[in-house]
């Protein structure tokens, strides 16, 4: 149903909410996903930020500042997150169920994923991820944090 | 009847022989059950000089370093190496022998990082009253905020709120320090190629053989029941060496010990066609290794391998004297006739090649002592044995050389006398080239002595560089009366250490004050934190302005109020955890004193380190200026007082090296001068000293000439297997130059030397072909010294022949 293109661009719209913060903090950018595994956020507004997830290695340069890489192994909370979103994308479903437990609903036409960490690390951390999709797009992307704070993302090719 | 007669006469003949061989074997089988045979190869290093060297050679011997293992798995895809890499750690970590096995898990555990969380105020270098006032709370909480919009998010979430100024993430980069390694597949790599890494530490000891030998075994264990198919197992660490020096000093030890055996049993079969001299041979030579092991089993406590091996092959010196003896003796001469003939020759010969053994005794390199006790005491015995009990055992089994008197070879052989001069040719040639390229080339680098194969370091380099372990060889040595002085000294250091990192001296330094500052620095750091109450008001009017709510930063307030009654992280809180193994070799207890060494990295120019570390009040243990340096510096209340050394291991070794090379010179200079005294009361005749000695030391110049050309590199080790080729030249001139021969014993000479020079070349040659560094050295060496030193002997040694010598030659024959 999905990962069936070598690349593929798209803009998205955020929106976390914090039970720290009195407001949500939205922002826009767009993504860009190279097979196997190669991920790109980038954040255009209200703050710039570039995020690359190559392999195993994660790096994020915000607002100009220093590039941070990160080694995704050694990081099983984040690794979570991006499996979440390359997973779907690459149509990896065994790299998905090696990290979450999935459920998938719907229809082809309008599907939707329900995924639940493993990971005894990542589930402390992440609650859930529902995604849903028409065939070969992703939509929604929806992540839930243990402590209640969550992170909306809606994708536009 | 006839028959048996013979029968019984032949085995009353050999009767004795046998006998004394008998006694021999079983004293040598005693002796060797008896004794303690050591193999690891650091016993054959010396001690440091300075008391800071000392420590760090003797923590680079036995300290929790050296029970490091570095593996690197390479030679197949990136997947399969992670998948093999894994299965390896999990080997290892269920053998239970690993006190460490890192090689891709997360780089802290959740133990270490709990533990570190709830210490952040006290143990991060950011904990300070500047940290909690109004202004720095504003700037951190719109840092905090920016991280909310980023993808970090759910780290700034995890540890920004609950510690808005960032302590527990400085205190983590101590920790975890600056490390270029990648992880793939929950593998560590190395950074620029495709290498699987892991590192572990063994519970045994680095130089605990057994306990090293279990834990190889589990690591190759490990390896092979991963299926790794074509990928490669890479090992190297202290341990490791110790291991395969261990093992290749056996293997060599035996090989030696049957080969040389063999062949020189083939040589004196060809020679003497006779199983009974050969058995005759033979009780000196084991005789004369029993007593020689036994000899240094006492005075040194051991037996050390390469002595052993060595020792061995001295075999092929001392097994001379009973092939001199026997192959001088005429059929049916009394024992008192063989003596008197070659008497003054083979007594000047053993006091000679004895005093050449003198250099290697005395030269204070625990090793060459051990090697010279061995052979001097092995040449005495088989020199005594041979005088003493060999003759009677002779002349009953009636033994001589088959093809005794002269020959018509004899007078050709003896005519290429007279092209003595041109001898002097490659002499002269040798002394020249080596005086025009100034002398040979001297090592000067104790580590190329080390018995380790300079691939086996390469390798250790280029892991310990991979892995980011830091070298042992540039250390800032603190020491103090407890754990907590030491950390206090360190952090005295640390702003020095900082500005040689600004000024590019240093890339960073690893030492335990910055993983775990002192209880005083901790105790001013929770003196520093404020009242919970007005933390909270200040908190409220640093969030003006900003969108957090009034409950967001209770944890972070909780966190400060509990750290103002905590107690500080002492080193003994963290043993048992991960931290505490990291903690270990950069803090300990060790002869009453605690040692704090800082390993510094990336350093280029230890000159300028140096003057660099002496401007902050650091003493250098170097060459220079270790000599005004008060020797009881350890551990005296002077240490208290000044209690940083810089030691720069790589100088520290090469000025070690240089004082016993000067010592080796010097008693190279002694054993010269009596071996000329000897020489001068035994020989009367200044020519023919001048004769004897000239051979030599042709024989000496030529061999330094020819390893020299072969591009090596002069050390310690050949120096002392020159005066072996010395005492085995002046074997051979001593015995050419005897005076008033005639042709028949001229052969015996002849023929019974070219059997003893075959057999220190086939003994020698075999030890050129070992692989442990130091046995090869010698071998090579001696090989090609005493094929010189033969050729020398003959040419200047003996008596030049009157003109028309072949038709004499031939005449003596029928006269």
């Known amino acids: ?157 | 009847m006839k028959r048996g007669h013979q029968r019984a006469v032949a085995w009353r003949q050999a009767a004795p022989v046998l006998g004394a061989l008998g006694v021999a074997i079983v004293l040598l089988v005693g002796v060797l059950s008896r004794i303690e045979v050591h193999t690891d190869m650091l016993a054959f290093l010396p001690a440091g000089e300075t008391p800071a060297a000392r420590l760090v050679l003797r923590e680079a011997r036995e300290g929790s370093a050296t029970g490091l293992i570095l593996i690197g798995i390479d030679g197949a895809p990136v997947a399969e190496l992670a998948r093999i890499s894994r299965s390896v750690a999990g080997g290892l970590t269920r053998s239970g022998l690993f006190a460490v096995v890192a090689g891709g898990q997360a780089a802290i555990s959740e133990q270490d990082e709990a533990l570190l969380f709830a210490h952040r105020y006290l143990l991060s270098p950011t904990t300070s009253e500047a940290a909690f006032t109004v202004p720095a709370l504003h700037a951190d909480l719109e840092r905090l905020l920016g991280q909310l919009r980023s993808s970090a998010a759910p780290l700034a979430v995890r540890y920004g709120l609950r510690d808005p100024p960032g302590a527990f993430l400085a205190a983590m980069g101590s920790w975890i320090g600056p490390s270029r390694i990648r992880t793939i597949d929950g593998a560590w790599f190395a950074p620029d190629r495709d290498r699987a890494l892991l590192l572990a530490r063994t519970r045994a000891g680095g130089m605990d053989v057994p306990g090293q030998e279990a834990a190889s075994a589990a690591i190759e264990h490990a390896f092979a029941t991963a299926n790794p198919g074509g990928a490669r197992l890479l090992e190297a660490g202290p341990a490791v060496f110790a291991r395969d020096a261990a093992r290749a000093m056996r293997t060599d030890v035996h090989r030696i010990a049957i080969v040389s055996t063999l062949l020189v049993i083939l040589l004196l079969w060809w020679r003497f066609r006779s199983p009974l001299v050969i058995a005759a041979i033979a009780v000196p030579v084991v005789s004369s290794i029993a007593v020689a092991a036994l000899v240094v089993q006492i005075v040194f406590g051991a037996v050390h391998g390469v002595a052993l091996g060595f020792g061995v092959t001295m075999l092929g010196v001392s097994v001379d004297y009973p092939v001199l003896m026997i192959g001088h003796r005429k059929s049916g001469e009394t024992a008192a006739a063989t003596r008197a003939r070659i008497g003054p020759a083979f007594i000047l010969a053993v006091i000679t090649a004895t005093l050449g053994l003198t250099a290697m005794v005395f030269s204070g390199f625990p090793g060459l002592s051990q090697l010279g006790v061995f052979s001097a005491i092995g040449l005495i015995t088989a020199a005594m044995v041979t005088w003493f009990v060999l003759p009677p055992l002779v002349v009953a089994a009636n033994l001589a050389p088959v093809a005794a008197g002269s020959a018509a070879w004899l007078g050709r052989i003896e005519a290429l006398r007279r092209w003595r001069l041109v001898g002097l040719l490659p002499v002269v040639l040798a002394a020249g080239w080596l005086a025009a390229r100034g002398g040979p080339a001297w090592e000067d680098d104790l580590e190329n002595l080390s018995p380790v194969p300079a691939a086996s370091r390469a390798l250790d380099a280029e892991l310990r560089g991979e892995l980011g372990a830091p070298d042992v060889g540039q250390l800032v040595v603190v020491q103090g009366e407890d754990d907590q002085a030491v950390l206090r000294r360190q952090e005295a250091l640390i702003p020095l250490l900082d500005h040689l990192k600004a000024e590019g001296l240093i890339d960073g330094a690893d030492l335990a004050a910055r993983l775990l500052p002192s209880a005083t620095t901790q105790e001013a750091r929770r003196a520093a934190l404020p009242d919970p109450d007005v933390l909270a008001e200040r908190l409220d009017a640093a969030r003006v302005g900003l969108p957090f709510r009034p409950t967001a930063f209770g944890a972070f307030v909780a966190a400060v109020r509990a750290s103002r009654s905590m107690a500080p992280l002492l080193p003994a809180d963290l043993s048992g955890t991960p931290f505490g193994a990291r903690l270990t070799p950069l803090l300990f207890a060790r002869d009453a004193a605690w040692q704090g060494p800082i390993a510094l990295q990336g350093v280029r120019n230890p000159a300028r380190l140096a003057v660099a570390l002496a401007d902050g009040g650091v003493v250098t243990d170097g060459v220079a200026t270790h000599r005004e340096a008060d020797p009881g510096l350890v551990g005296s209340p002077a240490a208290a007082r000044n209690a940083a050394i810089y030691v720069d291991m790589r100088a520290e070794l090469s000025h070690i090296l240089s004082g016993y090379t000067a010592r080796a010179w010097r008693w190279l200079g002694w054993s010269g001068v009596l071996v000329l005294a000897a020489l001068a009361v035994g020989l009367h005749a200044p020519a023919r000293v001048l004769r004897v000695l000239g051979s030599v030391v042709a024989a000496m110049l030529v061999t330094v000439a020819v390893l020299t050309l072969l591009g090596t590199r002069l050390s310690l080790i050949h120096l002392v297997a020159l005066q072996l080729v010395a005492g085995v030249g002046l074997d051979y001139a001593l015995f050419f130059a005897r005076r008033q021969l005639d042709a028949e014993e001229r052969a015996r000479t002849l023929r019974t030397l070219v059997t003893c020079n075959a057999m220190t070349l086939l003994t020698f040659g075999m030890l050129a072909a070992c692989q442990t560094p130091l046995l090869r050295d010698i071998g090579m060496t001696v090989a090609c010294g005493a094929v010189s030193a033969m050729g020398f002997a003959f040419l200047f040694a003996g008596e030049r022949p009157a003109t028309g010598v072949p038709r004499t030659g031939s005449n003596e024959r029928f006269g």
């Open chain 1, 1 to 157: 149903m999905m990962g069936s293109v070598a690349e593929r661009r798209a803009t998205f719209h955020e929106e976390r909410r914090f039970a720290a913060l009195t407001e949500p903090l939205e922002s826009t950018g767009h993504l860009l996903y190279r097979r196997p595994d190669h991920l790109e956020k980038i954040t255009d507004a209200p703050q710039a930020e570039r995020l690359v997830v190559d392999g195993d290695r994660l790096s994020l340069t915000v607002a100009g500042g220093p590039t941070h890489v990160t080694d995704l192994a050694a990081q099983p909370e984040l690794r979570a997150l991006v499996d979440a979103m390359r997973g779907p994308l690459a149509g990896d479903t065994a790299a998905l169920e090696r990290a979450f437990k999935v459920a998938v609903r719907g229809t082809k036409a309008a599907w939707r994923l329900d995924l639940t960490p493993i990971d005894p690390r990542a589930a402390k951390l992440l609650t859930e991820v529902r995604i849903s999709g028409s065939g070969p797009t992703m939509r929604e992307v929806l992540l839930v944090q243990a402590n209640g704070d969550t992170q909306y993302m809606s994708i536009e090719p």
